[in-house]
Nanobody, 123 residues
């Protein structure tokens, strides 16, 4: 059974850090581009970061550049999202998603999705 499971969310104060994990089962992450999306209440789901399968190229939304870092550990079949200098506007449910090889900003082009993990940034 193909599955993506996110973890690592929680409540953090502004300026704090969290590391999200996305673990795959039923398939090998090596061959997939993996992206993180997020959705805040009342807003559309938006792309945050992505890492490609081919050469490990990474892409980040302007809103998170310099603060978030995406990485992958193929041996653990896991992708991480390190989030630093968190802001209240980063509050959202964060989802990881997989598609073939190359990153895309289009939600509809992702084949597999996790269930999401809540990140709340508040004092």
């Amino acid at each position: 059974q193909v599955q993506l499971v996110e973890s690592g969310g929680g409540l953090v104060q502004p300026g704090g850090s969290l590391r999200l994990s996305c673990v795959a089962s039923g398939f090998t992450l090596d061959y997939y581009a993996i992206a993180w999306f997020r959705q805040a209440p009342g807003k559309e789901r938006e792309g945050v970061s992505c890492i490609s399968s081919t050469d490990g190229s990474t892409y980040n939304a302007d809103s998170v550049k310099g603060r978030f870092t995406i990485s992958r550990d193929n041996a653990k079949n896991t992708v991480y999202l390190q989030m630093n200098s968190l802001r209240p506007e980063d509050t959202a449910v964060y989802y990881c998603a997989a598609r073939g090889v190359i990153c895309s900003g289009h939600i509809s082009e992702y084949d597999y999705w996790g269930q999401g993990t809540q990140v709340t940034v508040s004092s």
